[in-house]
């Protein structure tokens, strides 16, 4: 286990922003991630746990306690039965899948982090998500003192949300266990038009299982979703805004202030309906590219926010709020951040 005092976090994120942890922990087994959280909440101790701080904005006050970092390995791949530790970084252990000629996390290729923060937000992308293939998670559960193993059912998992996210400081996530599927190499079926039209396949279609991980790995890089350290579209913690979800009410209101204008419309569960973050930010007026300060949006993806090089956590704040300031003069829609606060708020 390592310690270090005073340690920069800006580093640990892929946006590249945030000041100091007064405590960096690096934590590599289970046991010691355990003993770590133990010693903060029996000494009342602030605790941060991070992974690949891919989903993260830290304040440039940095964080008075304990960061926790699980570094933790472990890939064991029984039958069709996958067991990851937390720190497994996920990317890699997607491969690993492809390779081993699994299908069920094919489509979640390139997506930063750590295996533990999967089920945090439900990780999704390109019609796939980690809910769909998740049996168990193994965590520390805070509240009670111990070790706990959650079935699916009891992990809440809806859009970007789950209940790990609803209640964040209650559990640490230790092991995830997925059941993928042998399909003879082909994929799960395709569920993403932009996915379909790049393969000239129908929806709901399988395709060999490389050629589907190599499709969604050549549109993520176009987007700048893949990290790539030379590329500045990348510094960034994903999409930055969730797809707004609104309800009938909401929904006609929005309809109402379209004008000549037809909207990304998905149905989403209890008569909602769900709309595109990155449609609406583009129609507000912020195209590709936005901005003229140290904090921009993507020359590639209208919804990453990036850091230019000598951005702080301020000036990529301020861009967030000019941006969900104009969405909701245009368009009365409220946009909520995807990535998690740490010490600041939109
Ligand atoms: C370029 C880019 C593309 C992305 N694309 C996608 C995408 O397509 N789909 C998508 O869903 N997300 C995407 N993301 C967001 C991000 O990659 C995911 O949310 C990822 O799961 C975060 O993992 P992490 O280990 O980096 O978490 P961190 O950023 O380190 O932490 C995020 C949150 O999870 C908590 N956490 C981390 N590990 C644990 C653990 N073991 N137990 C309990 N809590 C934990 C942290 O406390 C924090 O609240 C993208 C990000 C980037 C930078």
């Known amino acids: ?24 922990v690096t934590a590599t087994t289970d046991a010691e991630v355990v003993e770590t959280v133990r010693k903060a909440d029996e000494t009342g101790e602030p605790l941060l746990v991070i992974g690949g701080g891919s989903n993260l904005v830290i304040g440039d006050a940095g964080f008075e306690g304990t960061v926790l970092r699980i570094a933790t390995t472990g890939f064991e791949l029984d039958g069709t039965v996958l067991e990851l530790a937390a720190g497994e970084v996920w990317a890699e252990a997607v491969a690993r899948t492809v390779d081993a000629g699994l299908a069920g996390i094919e489509f979640l290729a390139g997506i930063p982090g750590s295996a533990g923060a999967t089920p945090v937000q439900n990780v999704g992308a390109y019609g796939q998500e980690v809910a769909t293939g998740i049996t168990e998670v193994v965590a520390y559960d805070r509240r009670a003192g111990e070790t706990v193993t959650l079935a699916n059912a009891d992990c809440a998992f809806s859009y970007r949300h789950s209940r790990f996210k609803a209640d ?46 190599e499709t969604v790995l050549g549109l993520r890089a176009g987007k700048g979703m893949v990290l790539d350290p030379a590329d500045h579209d990348t510094w960034s913690a994903g999409s ?20 000549e204008r037809t909207a990304p419309a998905y149905p989403a569960p209890d008569g909602c309906t769900k709309t595109s973050a990155a449609w609406l930010i583009d129609q507000a007026g912020f195209g590709k590219g936005y901005g003229s300060g140290p904090a921009t949006l993507s020359t590639k993806h209208t919804l990453a926010l990036t850091n230019r090089g000598a951005a702080s956590t301020e000036d990529l704040l301020a861009l967030a709020r000019e941006i969900r300031d104009g969405v909701r003069a245009a368009f009365g829609v409220e946009l909520v951040n995807e990535p998690v606060m740490v010490g600041v708020s939109l």
């Open 1 to 24: 286990m390592l310690v270090e005092l005073d340690a920069p976090l800006a580093p640990l994120t892929t946006l590249r922003l945030g000041g100091p942890a007064r405590r960096l």
């Open 168 to 213: 964040p400081d209650r559990y640490v996530v230790l092991r995830v266990r997925f059941r993928l599927e042998d399909a003879g190499g082909l994929s799960t079926p395709v569920r993403y038009a932009e996915v379909a039209k790049a393969l000239g396949v129908g929806q709901d279609e399988r395709i060999g299982l490389r050629k589907a991980y």
């Open 240 to 259: 930055f805004f969730t797809n707004p979800v609104l309800t009938a009410g909401q929904y006609a209101d929005f309809r109402g202030r379209l004008g």
